[in-house]
């Protein structure tokens, strides 16, 4: 079985090479040719002013094709002026891209004579209007049946993305036999949308987190959280939210969850607290103190790759909002839980001396080891912004240096890379990138950009809100990576959104939001997996009870910071 | 080898099969295993990369659960012995009956059946229900609560 895991294991480490390879090119390796004698330079934009590459643009000269281009990653094409073009009565540029209405671009008369004199002409630049045809909707529909069957619990995240992902190459492919507006996007485009910033990033993450995991770190924490109370529940109460929070904002949630559950229930136990008293909490803040960091939440690895929001940018404008945030759950938290802790109980000594063999480092020098290597990475994220040292290369230089220095059971730390999460990023950028492709991401664009106008504040408040209600259904990893082509036009669009603030409100949304249901977070689920096996289930009604008002308190402290720090001062 | 099983999960839910338990010892004189199931199903929502990490974890709560149970035994006289097995619940408290040849089982009484609510166990299905448990495991099903099978 062990063997069977490493091999899949491998197959897959094997794969994520293979696709960066074939994406190589899409990334950069395209070179824009010199303009070399006379030729047209132009630039090609969709309906939002963002460049269009992979265009095509076509010379006509009395009906005939005479030569053609292809626009760039930044939308410009240079096209050379044949000599045959000279002979022709009429010559016209036809300037054309899949799900986009093609245009044609005539050559006025002077335009005509410079080329014939052997110059390079600039021509006015030409947006291209979205064509909403069969292709739309089936990556629409696509898109929309995978959140759902997420939402749902029908497929897995992974299984659900890899459908997903599959049936938009298989309809590109096939689809166009039947009917050319099928057409999605070809193969290579496709891998060309897979952010592999966040997927190395997350890959050396997960490897630093398996070392950490089992030194038992979180399980000591825990427990010095309630020596350091002396017994005193209401103080107990914001210590272990804190230690839950901080170790969220560097690892990712879940595996804090999981390790912080079984300790926390075992200490609600020995001191005859309801242990939801205390987890409720404790996952809340995980979620919303986790928003603070670049590598606190997938969403906001995602939202950092995307707007080039470093790992300082989040500290200095993020963490302040947070904190309010955080401490708005605390006051929200006492008083929701004020008879549940009264009702507690100093711990027998017996029991104490039972949780203080648990709460035990059980691998120190690992743990020293793993300190020393996170501390060196947190520098590096912060001032590797300054040599332009991308998170994703000290994620995986601090990952390797780890390695090397403890050297683990390989096999054990290949398992303990998460890859059918990285298998998930990769099937969901596809996916996002088809929808994209498509025109959906447009349409919304459109749509939220008539509701706010150019009214920064107003924007900030749709987006915030409409992000924090629609994670509590929809899971927030897809719904972040559709957001950001929405968000990053609204940015473009809107007067004083240059700050990037409607990023910081699409992180606030997406990540506290999760709090308002069970659903809603990865973490909130496997908390309620271990609070039931020890005989205390948390549905759905109690999960949305206590989260929902602690929604509007966290979501509205953080989004008020955000005013605050980028419209009134 | 003889004795009595009782699985139990902690929390609220539990106390009643706990004190059955305790009750069914003292009555019968037999050795009472209180028995705690780690279960990873709800690991199916992440990475099943954790296994072996939070396995551990689980042992561990587990554990502490048993250790207020076999505290509230201690209290009523019973000295009972606390076990935690890996897998389904029903596998695993089959196989630990048949290991040390149990004489009874204690069940808690099903939380919908014990409230009365209409998609409730009826006694018929109970009755089923422990039916299958005995003919597996060779030792007698008892319920935590009187009204509970029905019988």
């Known amino acids: 079985m062990g063997r069977e895991r490493l091999l899949s294991s491998l197959l897959a480490a094997a794969l994520l090479v293979a696709a960066v390879a074939l994406t190589w090119p899409a990334l950069g390796g395209q070179g824009v040719a010199a303009p070399t004698g006379p030729g047209i330079v132009g630039l090609v934009a969709d309906g939002h002013g963002v460049p269009i590459a992979g265009g095509e643009v076509v010379l006509y000269g009395d009906g005939m094709p005479l030569a053609e281009a292809e626009t760039q990653q930044d939308g410009r094409y240079f096209l050379p002026w044949p000599e045959a073009a000279s002979q022709a009565k009429e010559v016209a540029l036809v300037i054309s891209r899949p799900h986009f209405e093609r245009i044609e671009q005539p050559l006025t008369a002077e335009m005509r004579a410079a080329l014939e004199r052997g110059e390079t002409i600039s021509v006015p630049p030409v947006q291209l209007e979205r064509e909403i045809n069969a292709a739309f909707w089936v990556a629409a529909f696509v898109f929309a049946a995978v959140l759902a069957a997420i939402a749902t619990e029908r497929l897995h995240n992974t299984l659900a993305a890899l459908v997903g992902m599959s049936v938009v190459l298989f309809v590109s492919y096939l689809g166009p036999l039947v009917h050319e507006s099928l057409f999605i996007f070809d193969f290579g485009d496709a891998l060309a949308y897979i952010d592999w910033g966040v997927i190395f990033l997350v890959m050396g993450m997960m490897i630093v987190i398996a070392v950490i995991e089992q030194t038992g770190l979180f399980q000591w924490l825990a427990f010095q959280a309630y020596k350091l109370s002396g017994g005193r529940l209401w103080l107990l109460l914001p210590i272990l939210m804190l230690v839950t929070g901080v170790a969220s904002a560097f690892l990712d949630n879940v595996t804090t969850m999981l390790l912080m559950t079984p300790i926390t229930v075992e200490i609600a136990i020995a001191v005859g607290v309801n242990p939801l008293a205390f987890l409720m909490p404790e996952v809340m803040a995980s979620n919303v103190i986790g928003v603070s960091t670049l590598i606190g939440t997938p969403t906001n690895i995602l939202i950092g790759s995307y707007s080039g929001i470093t790992f300082s940018d989040f500290l200095i404008n993020q963490t302040p909002g947070v904190l309010l945030a955080f401490l708005g759950l605390i006051l929200y938290s006492e008083l929701t839980y004020r008879k549940e802790l009264a009702a507690g109980h100093s711990a027998s000594p017996a029991l104490l001396a039972r949780l203080g063999e648990h709460a035990r480092i059980t691998q120190p020098d690992h743990l020293k080891k793993a300190g020393v290597i996170g501390a060196g990475m947190l520098l590096l994220f912060v001032f590797g912004e300054h040599i332009h040292l991308v998170p994703a290369v000290t994620a995986l230089v601090g990952a390797t240096a780890l390695l090397l220095w403890i050297r683990p059971d390989m096999e054990e730390m290949i398992e303990a890379v998460d890859w059918t999460t990285l298998v998930f990023f990769m099937g969901l950028f596809v996916l996002v990138g088809a929808i994209q492709e498509v025109g959906v991401i447009s349409v919304i664009a459109d749509f939220i950009g008539r509701l706010v106008g150019e009214n920064l504040l107003l924007a900030m408040g749709v987006l915030t809100w409409m992000s924090a209600l629609l994670s509590m259904v929809v899971a927030n990893i897809p719904f972040t990576a559709a957001m950001l082509p929405v968000v990053g036009y609204l940015t473009l669009t809107i007067p004083g959104a240059e700050s990037k603030v409607l990023f910081y409100c699409l992180s606030v949304g997406a990540a506290m939001g999760g709090n308002g249901t069970l659903i809603g977070a990865s973490a909130n689920l496997v908390t309620a997996g271990i609070a039931e096996r020890a005989g205390y289930p948390i549905s759905y009604a109690y999960f949305f009870k206590k989260g929902f008002p602690a929604v509007m308190i966290t979501v509205g402290l953080a989004l008020l910071w955000l005013v605050l720090k980028f419209i009134v001062f | ?151």
């Open chain 2, 1 to 151: 080898m003889s004795g009595i099983v009782c699985a139990i999960r902690g929390g609220p839910e539990s106390r009643p099969t706990i004190q059955k338990a305790i009750e069914l010892a003292k009555e019968s004189g037999l050795p009472l295993y209180f028995l705690y199931v780690v279960n990873l199903d709800f690991l199916s929502y992440t990475s099943s990369s954790r296994v072996q990490v939070i396995t551990h974890e689980m042992e561990q709560m587990g554990e502490f659960i048993l250790l207020m149970a076999q505290e509230e035994a201690r209290e009523q006289g019973v000295e009972a012995q606390g076990v935690v097995r890996q897998g389904s619940l029903r596998e695993a408290l089959i196989e630990f009956a048949r290991e040390i040849e149990a004489d009874y089982l204690v069940l808690g009484c099903p939380k919908a059946t014990r409230r009365g609510k209409a998609n409730a166990f009826t006694p018929e299905m109970l009755a089923e229900f422990a039916r299958g448990f005995e003919e597996a495991s060779g030792a007698k099903v008892v319920f935590s609560e009187e009204d509970c099978d029905g019988a």
